[in-house]
């Protein structure tokens, strides 16, 4: 199986900044069997939703509400993606959790971070 850790959340001012990393580990197997993985996010009360997956071809997508304010990238040597927040709004409150699709298919998910944009 393949363990996710994110970290990088906290408290931030609207219009700051923050970068979240996912470091995935694991059996070489299971890593290189990684096909996409992605950030979702939480608001209370709110479902789960997409914020941003990028592919082992590094093949990006992202929701509408963060295009032009985030950027998902991935260290490959580094088993770890990042995602980069700017211009950040109170309504980008949530918990950020990590995913990683692996070929079976199996889904993994880390544990979640708080992102909490203050107005």
């Known amino acids: 199986q393949v363990q996710l850790v994110e970290s990088g959340g906290g408290l931030v001012q609207a219009g700051g900044s923050l970068r979240l990393s996912c470091a995935a580990s694991g059996s070489i197997l299971n890593i290189n069997s990684i096909t996409r993985m992605g950030w979702y996010r939480q608001a209370p009360g709110k479902q789960r939703e997409l914020v941003a997956t990028?592919?082992?071809?590094?093949?990006?997508d992202y929701a509408d509400s963060v295009k032009g304010r985030f950027t998902i990238s991935r260290d490959s040597g580094k088993n770890t993606v990042y995602l980069q927040m700017d211009s950040l709004k109170p309504e980008d409150t949530a918990v950020y959790f990590c995913?990683?699709?692996?070929?079976?298919?199996?889904?993994?998910w880390g544990q979640g971070t708080q992102v909490t944009v203050s107005s």
């Open positions: 995913n990683a699709l692996m070929l079976g298919p199996r889904l993994t």
């Open positions: 990028i592919t082992r071809g590094d093949s990006t």
